[in-house]
């Protein structure tokens, strides 16, 4: 991101990368500061992350950041778990990612392009009746539009906000088992839609928002 707006590296990025990291020319930089119209951002889960020292035997891109991504943290973990193992809720971790992008980098225009989670359970393990009554989908939401609206209340320049996803979706890691939509896929039935709960809930949402939301953790 730093070179979008720097037209630079980071410091940090050079000196762990070194000779393998490629130099812009003067006029590469003045070409690349500036030259995105938008930063779009998918948020879902927060990490902890610890050093981890990576030999000198294969440096690749893999390795480079040196760091080690952690879901817990002294046998707590960093949110609520979910049936993907790799997304624990924890919503204020959206607010402190739009924060620090703002002061990082000179507060871009940002659009939310992601934002949503998958079932409690996975699909295997539930009716078609039950995954319509899907009231934690509609809590992350809730708690993630509010620290959304605490943050473009501290200037954060947010423009539009993208739930994840409309449709129950094919997923890279868990394929059709976790379903991330807002509407139902019955795969057992012509693949006929359903309005979940937190569609109607959003629905609701979008037509008259809280003005006045009293939840904060």
């Known amino acids: 991101m730093q070179p979008l707006t720097s037209g630079k590296y980071p410091e940090s990025m050079r000196s762990l990368v070194g000779r393998r990291l490629p130099e812009f020319t003067a006029e590469e930089s003045r070409l690349l500061a500036g030259s995105f119209d938008f930063l779009g951002l998918n948020y879902y889960t927060t990490n902890y992350a610890a050093d981890q020292p990576s030999s000198n035997l294969n440096p690749s891109y893999e390795t480079d950041a040196n760091v080690n991504y952690l879901t817990e943290r002294n046998g707590i973990p960093v949110g609520t778990p979910t049936a993907s193992n790799w997304l624990f809720v924890c919503p204020k971790g959206f607010k402190d990612l739009l924060l620090y992008v703002k002061e990082k980098y000179n507060n871009p225009l940002i659009y939310i392009t992601e934002n949503g989670r998958g079932n409690d359970v996975n699909d295997e393990g539930q009716t078609r009746e039950e995954a319509l009554l899907d009231i934690y989908r509609i809590d992350y939401y809730y708690r993630h539009l509010y620290y959304l609206r605490s943050a473009m209340s501290e200037e954060v320049n947010v423009k539009g906000y993208f739930a994840w996803s409309l449709l129950d979706n094919f ?42 939301p009293n939840y904060e953790g």
């Open 171 to 212: 997923e890279w890691k868990n394929g059709y088992l976790v379903g991330f939509g807002l509407n139902y896929v019955d795969r057992n039935d012509d693949l006929k839609r359903y309005a979940k709960l937190s569609a109607r809930w959003f629905k609701s949402f979008l037509q008259r928002p809280d003005p006045n």
